[in-house]
């Protein structure tokens, strides 16, 4: 018999970035004051995987993890936060909207185990940017290349819904992965949510956000500049693109296809200089 339920920290599930004495955020102040605090994004990563702030995701990821999808019944369920993943000097960030409640909320790892994943990894591939053509898995061997994905609210929410203040409360995570990410060139944001969840992030960091907010659409591109003297944190100005994400919905009506991904992740890659 499989043992259900969420995974404890440091009990050997590949790539679990926490050890069972990782700091827990257990409501929102302590989420700011634990992500401002991390000193790596692997400090970040262990801390945002153990985090307990939102009571409705918490009894949702951890109810999933425990009754399971009929066809995983063999499977144990991550059930935990799903962190931010991929290289820790990332020149590209991957930004989408939340963990699938039997994709990452299963395997830890993000966009992994669900389609909406199959169809990214195969274009994050053919571009470059990840090693192997399939994520399956956490030990499974795949990693990306200069880049980096995150979800930005990293609890699998019901009906793939986060609420306004659960997206609030998460909110820190994002900045802080976005401060300690000193090479990002360039983030490409996976649909309309992740859109508009970054630009609050990037005006918290420091960025010049431009006003109005930038539309959505596939393809978008927006140059946003870092205003402050060279030697005050950041290299570079940033270039935010938008991609249609790649959902069951949006593959099978055709919104969005594989030349469509592929175009992005192709000016992702050559915008950031990999
Ligand atoms: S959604 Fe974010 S803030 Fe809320 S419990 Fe999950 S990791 Fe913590």
């Not at 790596?40 to 995701?57: H, N, T």
């Not at 960030?93 to 699938?100: D, Q, R, V």
């Not at 539309?215 to 290299?235: D, I, L, S």
Request: hydrophobic share 40%.
């Amino acid at each position: 018999m499989t043992v259900s339920g969420p995974v404890p920290p440091g009990t050997g599930w590949p790539e679990d970035p926490a050890a069972a004495g990782t700091p827990v955020a257990k409501d929102p102040a302590q989420v700011r004051a634990l992500a401002a605090g991390a000193g790596s994004l692997a400090e970040l990563a262990a801390r945002q995987s153990v985090c307990r702030a939102c009571p409705r995701l918490v009894q949702w990821r951890e109810e999933v993890a425990e009754t399971r999808r009929r066809s995983f019944r063999t499977e144990r369920y991550w059930g935990r936060p799903v962190p931010g993943w991929g290289d820790e000097h990332p020149r590209v960030l991957i930004l989408g909207l939340a963990p699938a409640a039997h994709g990452g909320n299963r395997t830890g790892r993000i966009f992994t185990g669900d389609r909406s994943g199959d169809v990214l990894f195969a274009s994050l591939w053919r571009c470059g940017l990840a090693a192997q053509p399939t994520s399956v898995r956490a030990g499974d061997g795949q990693r990306l290349i200069g880049a980096r994905m995150a979800a930005a609210v990293r609890c699998a929410p019901p009906a793939n819904k986060p609420e306004p203040a659960e997206r609030d409360a998460c909110a820190p995570w994002l900045a802080a992965e976005l401060a300690l990410s000193a090479d990002l060139r360039v983030i490409v944001c996976l649909g309309g949510f992740a859109w508009q969840a970054l630009w609050p992030r990037l005006a918290a960091v420091g960025w010049a956000v431009p006003r109005p907010r930038p539309a959505f659409g596939h393809g978008a591109e927006v140059p946003v500049p870092w205003p402050h003297p060279p030697g005050t944190g950041r290299p570079a100005d940033l270039l935010v693109l938008g991609c249609y994400h790649p959902s069951q919905q949006n593959t099978f009506t055709g919104r969005v296809n594989d030349a469509m991904l592929d175009d992005v992740f192709s000016r992702a890659r050559h915008a950031a200089g990999l």
